[in-house]
């Protein structure tokens, strides 16, 4: 049965944010309450604002807990949202528009989580300019028969190539398996053109190590290698954030870290018990992921290059409309008209 318990009012930023049912168990197999997962995220806060601030945010929530109903919240509703949330306009791949939740402050974090929100998905814009990103995120995806120490790796190698590139990255453990590099950019570019840099780059990563990286869209080429998934910056498609708890059993946290500790950490040792202490202990690791957005220009004259060699644009999601540009959507195995060796 879901706890009730009696309603709390907690100050948080300067308002005033109820927490009911605090004793419902939400990780049922660590035991950790909403009350856990609330005050998880009060400790954690200048972290998680530094990662939510200003963008529009998609919500994860599980009302009953992770083993329960969950549904992403891609619309506040107009009804019964405290006067101070703040929201801003996005638009989706179809054209429509919606008003997500944009975190001015740690009580919209505190809101959420009391309306059962565990994971948090901002969008790779500030609420400035929703369609131009000021983040380019390297999403590392161990396929089938790699590992988190496989994503680790292709870690390792992306960071010299942004080391040539003269520009820093900001690596966090996803969560699960995979790792997270994320770049901060100069606003100037839209989600086709980012998305282009990010293929370039993963293209350039994959050609370094070809047996370790794939950029291959389709699975059933993608071997047993680290899929970098590039889709990742397409529009409306978002990626746990800094801080964000990820919806599983262990209640891991998507963690930031240095490029030095990433080989020899554990990801199912950050998780909700844990990080608080962690971040307490010695801040956080992306403190300064602000202080110098990067000119993609450079990845940009890569897919360039990469055109004229004949290495054009890559499928988008199935639930896109079609691209400019963009290749046919079938799988290779199902493709009558690809030429068969």
Excluded at 34 to 39: G, L
Excluded at 146 to 170: I, K, M, N, Q, Y
Excluded at 262 to 276: A, I, N, R, S
Aim: charged fraction near 30%; charge should be neutral; aromatic fraction near 8%.
């Amino acid at each position: 049965m879901a706890g009730k318990g009696a309603v709390e009012e907690i100050e948080v930023a300067g308002r005033t944010v109820r927490l009911s049912s605090p004793d419902r168990v939400i990780f049922p197999q660590r035991g950790f309450t909403k009350a856990d997962v609330f005050r998880y995220y009060l400790a954690v806060g200048d972290g998680i604002m530094r990662a939510l601030r200003d963008r529009p945010t998609t919500l994860q929530r599980f009302p009953e807990g992770i083993e329960g109903e969950m549904f992403f919240q891609k619309r506040v509703p107009q009804r019964g949202v405290p006067p101070w949330v703040r929201t801003a306009r996005i638009t989706f791949p179809s054209g429509r528009p919606a008003d997500e939740l944009c975190p001015a402050d740690l009580a919209h974090v505190a809101w959420a989580a009391q309306m059962g929100t565990v994971v948090f998905h901002p969008w790779p814009v500030r609420a400035a300019d929703t369609d131009r990103p000021d983040e380019l995120r390297v999403d590392l995806d161990p396929q089938p028969g790699t590992d988190f120490a496989d994503a680790v790796t292709a870690a390792g190698e992306l960071r010299g190539l942004l080391d040539e590139l003269g520009v820093p990255g900001w690596p966090k453990t996803s969560g699960g398996r995979g790792v997270h590099v994320y770049l901060r950019i100069q606003p100037r570019w839209t989600f086709v053109e980012v998305r282009r840099a990010t293929i370039a780059l993963a293209r350039e990563l994959e050609r370094r190590r070809p047996e370790l990286v794939t950029t291959a869209w389709w699975k059933e080429e993608r071997g047993r290698r680290v899929f970098v998934d590039f889709n990742q910056m397409a529009r409306d498609r978002t990626i746990a954030c800094a801080y964000s708890l990820r919806a599983n059993a262990r209640a891991t946290v998507s963690t930031p870290v240095d490029w030095d500790e990433l080989p020899e950490v554990d990801p199912d040792d950050f998780h909700l018990g844990t990080v608080p202490a962690r971040f307490a202990e010695r801040g956080d690791p992306h403190a300064g992921v602000d202080d110098a957005p990067w000119d993609i220009t450079p990845l940009l004259a890569w897919a360039e290059r990469d055109a004229a060699d004949g290495l054009g644009d890559m499928p988008y999601p199935p639930e896109y409309p079609k691209m400019p540009g963009e290749p046919k959507r079938v799988q290779p195995s199902k493709d009558r008209d690809r030429p068969r060796h």
